[in-house]
Nanobody, 116 residues
Framework: QVQLEESGGGLVQPGGSLRLSCAAN????????MSWYRQAPGKQRELVASTTSDGYIDYSNSVKGRFTISKVNNMVYLQMNSLKPEDTAIYYC????????????WGQGTQVTVSS
């Protein structure tokens, strides 16, 4: 059984910063990639940032230059700077990994609210 546990969400003023963390726990043999997605009210879930085991990193255009994804062992982080109200969403951690098969796992989500 694999679980992804997120933390670090909250309320922040525009221009502020937050750091999200996600830990992948359980019987894990290899992690191919880890990503952050977000879903705002009334919108589809969208990819924010991803990092692969061979070091490839990608960001959505809306967060380039403001967000930084990093991965250490079974942890993935999302440093979010210069936050805007439009960044308000539930942020989900995702991992494509080998456990009892190669598949995608999801965290429960953490709320990020950017408001004055």
């Amino acid at each position: 059984q694999v679980q992804l546990e997120e933390s670090g969400g909250g309320l922040v003023q525009p221009g502020g910063s937050l750091r999200l963390s996600c830990a992948a726990n359980g019987r894990i043999f290899n992690i191919e990639s880890m990503s952050w997605y977000r879903q705002a009210p009334g919108k589809q879930r969208e990819l924010v940032a991803s990092t692969t085991s061979d070091g490839y990193i990608d960001y959505s255009n809306s967060v380039k230059g403001r967000f930084t994804i990093s991965k250490v062992n079974n942890m993935v982080y999302l440093q979010m700077n210069s936050l805007k109200p439009e960044d308000t969403a539930i942020y989900y951690c995702s991992a494509y990994l080998m456990s009892d098969g190669l598949r995608v796992y999801w965290g429960q989500g953490t709320q990020v609210t950017v408001s004055s």
